[in-house]
């Protein structure tokens, strides 16, 4: 049974950073590029960033490049987002995904090419 676990999550003000973990069981990440995404109340769940399975190449969404890094370490099977200068609108509730197909070197951004999510981490930033 594959199981994704995020932490990291809390209450930050406007400016402050937190850094996110996404720790795999059931699973070996080495195969899969891994993908955060978030969800604010009243708003569908959007794409924040992609890794690949080698962790060679990122991909960000606009809202977020520049101020976020997606980094893994295969030998722990965690996958990690460093958010930096936090603003009131990337309060969410944050989620990690593995991609669907194993290798797939082509960027997915679209929730419904991920297979496993975890439960999800809130992030709140406040004004």
């Known amino acids: 049974q594959v199981r994704l676990v995020e932490s990291g999550g809390g209450l930050v003000q406007a400016g402050g950073s937190l850094r996110l973990s996404c720790a795999a069981s059931?699973?070996?990440?080495?195969?899969?590029?891994m993908g955060w995404f978030r969800q604010a109340p009243g708003k569908e769940r959007e794409f924040v960033a992609r890794?690949?399975?080698?962790?060679?190449?990122?991909y960000y969404a606009d809202s977020v490049k520049g101020r976020f890094t997606i980094s893994r370490d295969n030998a722990k099977n965690t996958v990690y987002l460093q958010m930096n200068s936090l603003k009131p609108e990337d309060t969410a509730v944050y989620y990690c995904?593995?991609?669907?197909?194993?290798?797939?070197?082509?960027?997915?951004?679209?929730?419904?090419?991920?297979?496993?999510w975890g439960q999800g981490t809130q992030v709140t930033v406040s004004s």
């Open positions: 995904a593995s991609d669907q197909r194993p290798l797939r070197t082509v960027v997915a951004t679209a929730p419904d090419e991920y297979d496993y």
């Open positions: 059931g699973r070996t990440l080495s195969a899969y590029a």
């Open positions: 890794i690949s399975w080698s962790g060679g190449s990122t």
